[in-house]
């Protein structure tokens, strides 16, 4: 959601800009609104909406614009009835309080990071009252999980119940001690990019000698799939007996060598484009990173049109599509006329990237004749 700067006072605009521009998350605002008796149009709350656990809480964010030096209050979901982060107790002993009167004794609403530490506290607190609910789950196979990989860094946990579904323990684990962004040459990723594995278990009251596997699911940040794409991983089989400590070894392992794969195809994707320029001419545009698109610029006697490449991470098990697009023909909006995408082409992944470009060279020539036709017939719009 854009911020309407005419409707947020300079102060509150500041701070959540800084939060939404540094916060080491994505963060959206869901809505805004004005909670003012006297200025019913100038907006001095919102929802925000955050990560957490592979999924999003959302918090109201509350100033006041008749009290502008007064720090925001915070109203959490509804399920969160418990989380009483100013006041929560570690298990070393030391007081959350402490932390909290920092964020808030001193509030000074013209320095504009105070909104991001104040949120940031907030949700370290949110990890540790979701840790300690789950902890408190009186399921002896969850107990044991847990144990097993308390030591890892970065996991987050999530107790979910209610009155019409079952009660259950998401777990979100970070996979592969290794910088993916440090991977890619002229990488244009501002967060971190990371692979997660979703495990959701069942609560259960009674110990089983083999309980059934946890629900699995790889998710990672969206800007990855520009690189490689988590739904073409298989998850390894969760065998009888075992736990999660064993299980992710083999995960991690089997996803670095696919992650290293998929840095290396970028050269390949990259050589293709290359040659397409022996028998295009120059790329028009090319994707200079990730060497997932190029537009080329080809004709068939007077008949001018481009060429779009659209070349996916699987590149050369899997063919790109083709989309001609008209230089001379427009629909009613007036906006280039395109062909449906093009797969049917001679192709082989064993060949080389020179012998592919010729193909598809010699491929365009008549299937260029076909595309003017159905613009003159009016087949296409």
């Known amino acids: ?11 509150i605009a500041a701070q959540l800009n800084h939060l939404l521009n540094h916060f080491p998350l994505t963060l959206k605002v869901e809505q805004m609104w004005s909670g003012s008796k006297y200025y019913p149009g100038v907006f001095d709350r919102f929802t925000l909406v955050i990560p957490y656990c592979l ?14 030096t007064a720090a925001p209050d915070v109203i959490f979901g509804p399920e969160d009835e418990d989380f009483h982060p100013f006041h929560m107790e570690f298990a070393e002993g030391q007081l959350g ?31 540790s009252y979701q840790r300690k609910r789950v902890g408190e789950v009186d399921d002896d196979r969850l107990k044991f999980e847990i144990s097993t990989i308390f030591s890892r ?16 323990v998401k777990f979100a684990v970070p996979l592969m001690d290794m910088n993916i962004n440090d991977m890619v040459p002229g990488c244009p990723w501002r967060q971190t990019q990371k692979i997660f594995l979703q495990v959701i278990y069942p609560v259960g009251r009674k110990y089983m000698s083999a309980p059934s596997a946890p629900r699995l699911k790889l998710v990672s940040t969206p800007e ?16 009888d007996g075992m736990c999660l400590a064993e299980y992710l070894p083999h995960l991690e392992e089997s996803l ?4 290293k794969e998929a840095v290396s195809l970028i050269d390949i ?7 397409l320029a022996c028998q295009f001419g120059r790329p028009l545009e090319a994707d200079p990173v990730f060497c997932r698109k190029a537009t080329v610029l080809s004709a068939s006697g007077v008949f001018t049109f481009l060429v779009h490449f659209l070349i996916p991470t699987q590149f050369p098990k899997q063919q790109p599509s083709l989309l001609l697009q008209s230089s001379q023909h427009f629909n009613s909006q007036r906006a280039p006329i395109k062909s449906r995408p093009l797969n049917d082409y001679p192709w082989s992944p064993r060949w080389e990237t020179s012998l592919m470009a010729e193909r598809i060279f010699e491929f365009l020539a008549e299937e260029a004749l076909n595309f003017k036709r159905q613009l003159n017939d009016g087949q296409l719009q």
Request: glycine residues 2%; charged residues 25%; proline residues 7%.
């Open 224 to 239: 990855l799939k520009d690189l490689f794409s988590i739904e073409d991983v298989k998850l390894p089989a969760w065998l």
């Open 269 to 275: 994707r990259r050589n293709f484009i290359e040659a």
């Open 153 to 168: 860094e970065g996991i987050e946990m999530h107790m979910s119940s209610g009155a019409e579904k079952p009660e259950e």
């Open 97 to 127: 309080l402490k932390s909290s009167n920092k964020c808030l004794s001193d509030w000074n609403n013209k320095d504009p990071t105070r909104l991001l530490a104040l949120i940031q506290y907030l949700r370290d607190q949110y990890v």
């Open 1 to 11: 959601m854009a911020i309407p700067t005419s409707n947020v006072p300079p102060f």
């Open 55 to 68: 999924e999003y809480i959302r918090w109201d964010v509350i100033y006041n614009v008749e009290s502008p």
């Open 256 to 259: 670095v060598k696919q992650v």
